[in-house]
């Protein structure tokens, strides 16, 4: 993450049409959304783990909590797939 801002501060000078948001949604935000997708795939195991050894109240918030990781992650990856498969072709 510090790559992008000490390049935005190594080039700022020179190109006024640069700022950091560009610099953000261009370099940043690609990296950290499939670290984003892999830590909600990690979220929704601990839950499903912490499901199976809770009590009946306990179990359905977990669960829950599951499915709420697979529908952002579900979203996240179609957001991003389009991104991906152009950059890839």
């Known amino acids: 993450m510090l790559v992008p ?4 501060l190594w080039v700022h ?8 948001w ?3 949604a261009t370099m940043v935000t690609p990296v950290m959304a499939p670290l984003f ?4 795939l990690i979220d929704f195991v601990m839950s499903q783990v912490h ?4 009590g ?3 179990r359905a918030i977990h669960i829950r909590i599951g499915r ?5 992650m579900a979203i996240t990856l179609l957001f991003w797939i389009p991104y991906f ?5």
């Open 13 to 20: 000078s020179a190109d006024a049409e640069r700022n950091l």
């Open 37 to 40: 997708v892999v830590l909600l």
């Open 68 to 72: 709420l990781d697979l529908a952002i």
């Open 5 to 8: 801002l000490i390049d935005w």
């Open 22 to 24: 560009e610099i953000f």
């Open 51 to 54: 499901a199976a050894d809770a």
């Open 85 to 89: 498969s152009t950059i890839v072709s």
């Open 56 to 58: 009946v109240e306990k």
